[in-house]
């Protein structure tokens, strides 16, 4: 059974501090690994891996994929309060593609 | 664009009762996706389209659920009867890509309770 498995669940940090969340994943037919970030209400796409060892990188986040191991990190630095949110790693996998996976989600609590 | 529209935002019904929801896709998106999501479960996958036609779903729980997608613009999700383990907040989604979903873009979801 394809699964996608996320850690930690929760975490509390400190405005400044540096994050690491990170996803793992049996799946068939790997064809991608995307983040969101979800606050209140729907998630919100952040980044799409397809290669291993390729940073992705906007502003203070960044992401890399390794395909061998089978697992992602998101990394956040110097967070802010407004980091605050579930971040959802998802992989695309199936014979036909199209078939997004969602793992549980890791819930981030900047406090100031 | 609009973005992708749900509706209800939210329902409130009384176990047994039929609910449908429903979903308008960003014109022009291929794939349209049915998402659950609980404190539990975490988002789960129910069922999706390409085309217009339903391509898997083995994530739909049971019989009483059912999605059509009549057209390119339009999808329904129905629960009948509904049960109080239906309680959740049910995104739909689309994509612009067939094959490779790249970036699902996300209503703002229905939050369905049924006491």
């Known amino acids: 059974e394809d699964k996608v498995v996320q850690s930690p669940l929760s975490l509390v940090v400190h405005e400044g501090d540096t994050v690491t969340l990170n996803c793992s994943y049996e799946?068939?037919?790997?064809?991608?690994l995307l983040w969101y970030k979800q606050e209140k209400k729907a998630p919100t796409f952040l980044f799409m891996l397809t290669s291993s060892g390729i940073e992705k990188k906007s502003g203070r986040l960044s992401s890399i994929l390794d395909k061998k191991e089978l697992f992602s990190i998101l990394n956040i630095t110097a967070t802010q309060t407004g980091d605050s949110a579930v971040y959802l790693c998802?992989?695309?996998?199936?014979?036909?593609?199209?078939?997004?996976?969602f793992g549980q989600g890791t819930e981030l609590s900047v406090k100031p | 664009d609009a973005g992708v529209i749900q509706s209800p935002r939210h329902e409130v019904t009384e176990m047994g009762q039929e609910v449908t929801l429903r979903c308008k896709p960003i014109?022009?998106?291929?794939?349209l996706f049915w998402y659950r999501q609980t404190m539990m479960r975490g988002l789960e996958l129910l069922i999706y389209f390409n085309n217009n036609v339903p391509i898997d779903d083995s994530g739909m729980p049971e019989d009483r659920f059912s999605a059509k997608m009549p057209n390119a613009s339009f999808s329904t999700l129905k629960i009948q009867p509904s049960e109080p383990r239906d309680s959740a907040v049910y995104f739909c989604?689309?994509?612009?890509?067939?094959?490779?979903?790249?970036?699902?873009?996300f209503g703002e979801g229905s939050r369905l309770t049924v006491l």
């Open positions: 989604a689309s994509s612009p890509d067939r094959v490779m979903i790249g970036e699902l873009f």
């Open positions: 014109s022009g998106h291929n794939s």
């Open positions: 799946v068939t037919n790997f064809r991608s």
């Open positions: 998802a992989v695309e996998a199936g014979p036909q593609g199209g078939k997004l996976i």
